[in-house]
């Protein structure tokens, strides 16, 4: 069975930095890409990034390009969003899905942005 | 960018009616498109992909189509878990954008 456990969110000021992590099972990791997708609070779903199987292509939103970083550890079935200069606006559930038309989804985890 | 308009916004109806969301893009995006279900706390949950390809275990009643850039997610007849919120996102070209999202409630 797929199993995706995010992890790292939690509060943060404005400006500040933040590592979330999502841990993959169940599937062979390397076979796929992977993708973050986030909700701020009563909104809508947004897709925040992509990266390729072997993490040589990644793609980004417009609003985190310069800001987020994606990441990926085939040897440890893991995948990783570095978060900097966090904004007010940034503040969401954090999800992490399978593919790139997200079959599987991970639980979310949120990240608050606030002083 | 490519621009997802999702229609309706919100839609009333009762167990056993067929409704219909369009979701409609602005160029081709070719099949590349998904929908997804949402319950309140949840995450999403995959229902279509390649416009009309079945997610694993989803339910004859949800069925999806294309015609051009027009695409629609039909449920046959409604039961009562099916009152959620519904998104489609196209995945052709990067960014990935969803529409603004389907809210469907009991009338």
């Known amino acids: 069975e797929v199993h995706l456990v995010e992890s790292g969110g939690g509060l943060v000021q404005p400006g500040g930095s933040l590592s979330l992590s999502c841990a993959a099972s169940?599937?062979?990791?390397?076979?796929?890409?992977m993708t973050w997708v986030r909700q701020a609070p009563g909104k809508g779903l947004e897709w925040v990034a992509n990266?390729?199987?072997?993490?040589?292509?990644?793609y980004y939103v417009d609003s985190v390009k310069g800001r987020f970083t994606i990441s990926r550890d085939n040897a440890k079935n893991s995948l990783h969003l570095q978060m900097y200069s966090l904004r007010a606006e940034d503040t969401a559930v954090y999800y992490c899905?399978?593919?790139?038309?997200?079959?599987?989804w991970g639980q979310g985890t949120l990240v608050t942005v606030s002083s | 960018d490519i621009q997802m308009t999702q229609s309706p916004s919100t839609l009333s109806a009762s167990v056993g009616d067929r409704v219909t969301i369009t979701c409609r893009a602005s160029?081709?995006?070719?099949?590349?498109l998904a929908w997804y279900q949402q319950k309140p706390g949840k995450a999403p949950k995959l229902l279509i992909y390649k416009a009309s390809t079945f997610g694993r275990g989803v339910p004859s009643r949800f069925s999806g189509s294309r015609s051009g850039t027009e695409f629609t997610l039909t449920i046959s007849s409604l039961q009562p878990d099916d009152f959620a919120t519904y998104y489609c996102?196209?995945?052709?070209?990067?960014?990935?954008?969803f529409g603004q999202g389907t809210k469907l409630e009991i009338k």
């Open positions: 996102q196209q995945y052709y070209s990067f960014s990935y954008t």
């Open positions: 160029q081709s995006i070719s099949g590349w």
């Open positions: 990266i390729k199987q072997d993490g040589s292509e990644k």
């Open positions: 899905a399978r593919n790139l038309w997200s079959d599987h």
């Open positions: 169940g599937f062979t990791y390397s076979d796929y890409w």
